[in-house]
């Protein structure tokens, strides 16, 4: 079982940039490759990107591309996504997920509880 801790999430304006980090206290997180995840009210869960066990290969949501950056650090157990020039739509829950093997869309073994990004207009 490997458990993860979201953090970073609040209330942000338009433009504005956030970085929300995973945590997990295991001693396996270099064992999983990791995604990122949200979900608005009312839409589906939606796919933001993922990264490697070792942070060489990422992949991302055309719609992200250019503005969210994922990145890790296992020496800390911990996952990171950098939103820049955030947008009102961008408002929702986000999830980290873990998973063995490539990183990619999923499915997904392992779910964060979620932290919430606001963004004012």
């Known amino acids: 079982q490997v458990q993860l801790v979201e953090s970073g999430g609040g209330l942000v304006q338009a433009g504005g940039s956030l970085r929300l980090s995973c945590a997990t206290p295991?001693?396996?997180?270099?064992?999983?490759?990791m995604g990122w995840f949200r979900q608005a009210p009312g839409n589906e869960r939606e796919f933001l990107g993922a990264?490697?066990?070792?942070?060489?290969?990422?992949t991302y949501a055309d719609f992200v591309k250019g503005r969210f950056t994922i990145s890790r650090d296992n020496a800390k157990n911990t996952l990171y996504l950098q939103m820049n020039n955030l947008k009102p739509e961008d408002t929702a829950v986000y999830y980290c997920?873990?998973?063995?093997?490539?990183?990619?869309?999923?499915?997904?073994?392992?779910w964060g509880q979620g932290t919430q990004v606001t963004v004012s207009s």
């Open positions: 997920a873990a998973r063995p093997g490539s990183a990619g869309r999923g499915p997904y073994d392992y």
């Open positions: 295991g001693p396996t997180f270099s064992d999983y490759s």
């Open positions: 990264i490697s066990w070792n942070g060489g290969f990422m």
